[in-house]
């Protein structure tokens, strides 16, 4: 076999083997500390993004993350929210559907209202995520009880001809969390 036909390992070159085996031996090492650089960068911006999300669910920095409020909410709070029976409001529109569950409300259903947002489900679907959340299961905005909103409303206004809302008593049986 013929020797290849390069400076690096031709005989007659007028480099010595001697400067040959150091630039092989340079370009290894750049090599090897290019590899590493990358690595530490690399591990760098993996941890930043994991405790990032640790903290307020991976919003670019802590300035910009909004309070989060990964706390449920308590029962009386959410017997408290507006419940009732559902009619559907003509038979021509599309079924509604119980973005928990993902099942269909039928008329007669019990069905409860968030406040703030006005979105429907079935009222024991939506207890189960509110026990584990406190906003709401489609646009996530925050869920406030109606005695909540009207305090709001009352101090903002500087009105204090609102009567106070009292809160039903809170359920005694308590629904297991739907599997996630």
Same mark, same amino acid.
């Given at each position: ?43 760098? /911006? ?13 919003? %670019?920095? =802590? ?11 308590? %029962? ?6 507006? #419940?009732?029976?559902?009619? %559907? ?10 973005? @928990? ?15 703030? /947002? ?6 024991? /679907? ?14 996530? %905005?925050? @869920? ?10 009352? #101090? !903002? !206004?500087? =009105? #204090?001809?609102?009567?106070? @809302? ?13 599997? @996630?």
């Amino acid at each position: 076999m013929s020797t290849p036909n390069s400076w690096l390992f031709a005989d007659n070159s007028k480099y010595s083997t001697r400067a040959r085996l150091l630039f092989m031996g340079l370009s290894f090492t750049i090599g090897i500390l290019s590899f590493l650089i990358y690595l530490a960068i690399w591990y760098t /911006c993996t941890r930043r993004r994991r405790s990032r999300q640790l903290r307020g669910g991976g919003v %670019a920095s =802590a300035e910009e993350a909004p309070p989060v409020a990964n706390q449920g909410m308590s %029962a009386a709070a959410i017997a408290a929210l507006p #419940t009732f029976a559902y009619e %559907a409001p003509a038979p021509a529109t599309a079924p509604m559907d119980c973005a @928990v569950c993902l099942g269909q409300v039928d008329d007669g259903e019990k069905v409860r209202q968030l406040p703030k /947002c006005g979105h429907l489900f079935h009222a024991d /679907c939506v207890d189960a995520w509110l026990r584990a959340h406190s906003t709401c299961p489609m646009c996530r %905005a925050a @869920v406030e009880g109606p005695a909540t909103a009207a305090t709001a409303k009352k #101090t !903002s !206004s500087g =009105a #204090t001809d609102m009567p106070p @809302v009292v809160a039903p008593p809170a359920a005694a049986e308590a629904l297991p969390l739907p599997p @996630v």
